[in-house]
């Protein structure tokens, strides 16, 4: 699946699924590696295919919810995290 294919689809799937695209952007590529691993695992050819069985096979719908939830761990990349722990929990530790 090329990129301008997995934001079409991710475009169409993604209000269908109660999702919405901002959070996707960043994320995708392991969204598409998710999609493109069921694809094999439904024997289909491309995204184009996979869109005709979600018409056809509702229940499909949870599988590919599944596949879209990525957790984002923010612990680490938050600044203020590490600054509160410096100045709050790390002194009365040592204490």
Not at 5 to 26: A, D, I, M, N
Request: hydrophobic share 35%.
């Amino acid at each position: 699946m090329t990129d301008s294919e997995g934001v079409q689809f991710l475009q169409w799937c993604l209000p269908r699924l109660h999702l919405r695209w901002p959070g996707f952007r960043k994320v995708r590529r392991q969204v598409y590696k998710r999609i493109n691993r069921r694809l094999q695992q439904l024997q289909l050819r491309n995204i184009d295919t996979y869109r005709d069985y979600l018409k056809d096979h509702p229940a499909e719908w949870a599988t590919l919810e599944t596949s879209c939830w990525i957790s984002i761990s923010r612990f680490y990349r938050d600044r203020s995290v590490f600054q509160y722990l410096e100045s709050a929990v790390l002194p009365q530790l040592a204490q």
